[in-house]
């Protein structure tokens, strides 16, 4: 069974810094692109960042690039997502697929999330 469990969330200032982690199991790692997407309230499901297998190949959203970080550590089965310089409308659910920007949004498996907000 694919399984994917996202870490990191909380509340954080603008202008802060947080590193969500997500661990999967049930597949092999390695293998597969991995993305980041995210879910502000009230809409549709965006997708920030995914990153190669082997982690040589990286994609950023506009809404992201220069601020935010995808990295993965294969020997771990755990993808990170580095968010810096935080703005109000990076509030979202934050969650970790497996597949990059290509694969169908129905067809993404998806973890539980882990609840962003940044707020003063």
């Known amino acids: 069974e694919v399984r994917l469990v996202e870490s990191g969330g909380g509340l954080v200032q603008p202008g802060g810094s947080l590193r969500l982690s997500c661990v999967a199991s049930?597949?092999?790692?390695?293998?597969?692109?991995m993305s980041w997407v995210r879910q502000a309230p009230g809409k549709g499901l965006e997708r920030i960042s995914d990153i190669s297998g082997d982690g040589d190949s990286t994609y950023y959203a506009d809404s992201v690039k220069g601020r935010f970080t995808i990295s993965r550590d294969n020997a771990k089965n755990t993808l990170y997502l580095q968010l810096n310089s935080l703005k109000s409308e990076d509030t979202a659910m934050y969650y970790c697929?497996?597949?990059?920007?290509?694969?169908?949004?129905?067809?993404?498996?998806r973890g539980q999330g882990t609840q962003v907000t940044v707020s003063s």
């Open positions: 049930g597949f092999t790692f390695s293998i597969y692109p």
């Open positions: 697929a497996r597949g990059n920007r290509y694969v169908p949004t129905a067809s993404l498996i």
